[in-house]
């Protein structure tokens, strides 16, 4: 079973900066593609950055181009996001998704998510 647990959300004023954390559990840490979406509410999630397996390439939202980071350890099994620079529009639910290939197939797992308010 595997487990994603994401953490440092809060409430912050425009302009500063959080880093969120994700830690997964299991085995499929360091064969997975990280990703991390976001959901305001009554909104599709959608996607704000991507981490390949090794951290070497990234990609990134057109709206947090600049100013979020992904990275991971995965001597830790752990993603981060570093958002820099934060605005209004960046509130919501933040999580952390794993994509992994097995046997040609691909599980999909998901965090709780972790909210995230940005205040003007």
């Known amino acids: 079973q595997v487990q994603l647990l994401e953490s440092g959300g809060g409430l912050v004023q425009a302009g500063g900066s959080l880093r969120l954390s994700c830690v997964s559990s299991g085995s499929i840490f360091s064969r997975s593609t990280m990703g991390w979406y976001r959901q305001i509410l009554g909104k599709q999630r959608e996607l704000v950055a991507r981490i390949s397996i090794g951290g070497v390439s990234t990609s990134y939202a057109d709206s947090v181009k600049g100013r979020f980071t992904a990275s991971r350890d995965n001597a830790k099994n752990t993603v981060f996001l570093q958002m820099n620079s934060l605005k209004p529009e960046d509130t919501a639910v933040y999580y952390c998704?794993?994509?992994?290939?097995?046997?040609?197939?691909?599980?999909?797992?998901w965090g709780q998510g972790t909210q995230v308010t940005v205040s003007s």
């Open positions: 998704n794993a994509v992994v290939i097995r046997g040609g197939l691909s599980d999909t797992y």
